[in-house]
Every structure is written in C-alpha cells, then in structure tokens.
C-alpha cells in the first residue's frame, strides 16, 4: 500500500504500459483518474481497479487536445479535491527519416507525444504547489538517451520529453515536486502485433517477435508491461524521495552496448 491515500492520474491507460501501471497503482491503494481514447477498453481498466478496493474513475480524452487535457484535470479535482501524481503515459510510435516525414506526422507526434505532456504538467503544477508537492512521471523511451534509424520523429519527441523532465524538476523542487521519467525499451505491447511495425511486415507472431528482440537486446527479450510499471510504482513512491530530474532506463541492456 505504498500509493495509499495518494490520487492518481494515468493517461493512455487502455492498454499496455498505462493499463499494467493503473492496476499497480490501485493494488498499491491508489485512487485513480485513467484516461483515453478507447471507452469500452478504459471502462474495462476502471472496472478492474475498482476490484481492488480503491476508488477509479475513466475518462475517454484525446490528449493532443488542451481541452481534454483540462477536462481531465477537472474531473480529478472534482473526484478527488486533489492531485498527488501524474504518469504522463499516453503517447504514439512514428517513422520515418528527416527526410521522408510528413508535415502531418510530425504535427501529430509534437502534439500527443510533447505539447500534450507539457500541458498536463502545467494543469496540474499549480494544485500541486498549493498541496505542499507532488510527482510527475513522464514516459520516455531508451531513445530519449540514444538515438536510432527510421524513427527520427518518435526519437525526437522523446528526447524532448527527457530534457522537459530535467527542466521542469529543476524548476520546482523546491516547492516539493519530483519530476522523473521512465524510459522503456522495447516492451511487449498490443502494437508489435500490428501490421507494419516491423518495417513491411505483416503481422508478427509472438514466436517471430521473440526471435526479432532476442537479436538485439542484451536479455534476449521485450520487456513486459508490468516490469515498466513497477517501475513507475516505485517513482511514484516515496522510496524515490531523493530522486527527481532522473531518466530511469528500463530497457534489458539495450543503452548499455
């Protein structure tokens, strides 16, 4: 019960890295505010943290929107009378090079994968603040420390998000807020199911996607959901409590190489 009596906002939490840190939160007693796109898939996750004896509440939000981006930190406020974490999860994978990405992709990735991020961060900063403090966890990625090929506005926006993490805990710890991120490696989720994640290919099976993580990364395998959010988990906590402006890499080894 390491989370209990604090509330909580995920965003993006229908699925995958989002869905597996919302019932981690609610298993650590956590109150909830999760969010998306999906409405049956995030009235499922509402449902299944609500079985753990916490409070949870879903709202479906476009996080590329500001106005969703408020409404949401009304509802909160409305639910709860305050915010005591965000986990800034809800994000999007694009390709391409400098050269080949269109206008279009490039605005859609700033949007979810940045503008939405900072948005967050600055509704919900001034409630912080006025409670004495509070923790901000923004996903990342292993590319917000390296770089690699054919994702240049995904790595982009995630590089981004790794130095917004620095600055802004900088900017407010003394008024008791951290502000950290975790930067997941490849993670097995619902996209590395879908066609053309692996460049032209038809959809992966599992067997084909072990082989694919196995060639590269030091574990020899994708990390799971859970594994991201356990270590959201403990960010979240208060054993992290010396711990802000930190880009916690959970990737299987693959930054080390």
């Known amino acids: 019960m390491r989370l209990k009596n604090k509330t909580a906002i995920i965003t993006g939490a229908t699925s995958g890295i989002g869905r597996a840190t919302a019932l981690r939160f609610a298993e650590e007693g956590a109150d909830l505010v999760v969010t998306g796109r999906r409405v049956s898939m995030g009235k499922a996750v509402e449902a299944e943290c609500r079985s753990k004896g916490v409070r949870c509440v879903f709202v479906e939000a476009d996080h590329s929107k500001g106005e969703d981006c408020l409404?949401?930190?009304?509802?909160?406020?409305?639910?709860?009378?305050?915010?005591?974490?965000?986990?800034?999860?809800?994000?999007?994978?694009?390709?391409?090079?400098?050269?080949?990405?269109?206008?279009?992709?490039?605005?859609?990735?700033?949007?979810?994968?940045?503008?939405?991020?900072?948005k967050m961060c600055q509704l919900v900063l001034p409630q912080m603040k006025k409670?004495?403090?509070?923790?901000?966890?923004?996903?990342?990625?292993?590319?917000?420390?390296v770089a690699g090929r054919n994702a240049f506005p995904y790595i982009m926006s995630k590089g981004a998000v790794g130095m917004m993490t620095k600055a802004m805990a900088l900017d407010f710890a003394r008024d008791g807020i951290r502000v950290n991120a975790v930067c997941p490696g490849d993670t097995f989720v619902d996209r590395w199911m879908e066609k053309g994640y692996f460049e032209g290919s038809d959809p992966v099976t599992l067997e084909e996607a072990i082989k694919e993580s196995s060639a590269y990364i030091p574990m020899g395998r994708f990390g799971k959901p859970e594994?991201?959010?356990?270590?959201?988990?403990?960010?979240?906590?208060?054993?992290?409590?010396?711990?802000?402006?930190?880009?916690?890499l959970v990737d299987g080894g693959n930054t080390a190489q």
Request: proline content about 0%.
């Open 71 to 118: 409404r949401v930190v009304e509802a909160a406020l409305k639910e709860f009378n305050r915010i005591d974490i965000l986990f800034n999860n809800a994000g999007i994978v694009t390709k391409g090079t400098a050269e080949t990405t269109s206008d279009e992709t490039w605005q859609d990735t700033l949007n979810i994968n940045v503008t939405a991020v900072w």
């Open 131 to 145: 409670q004495g403090g509070g923790v901000i966890i923004n996903n990342g990625s292993d590319w917000s420390v």
């Open 227 to 248: 594994e991201i959010a356990n270590a959201v988990v403990f960010l979240a906590s208060d054993e992290s409590s010396f711990v802000t402006g930190h880009l916690l």
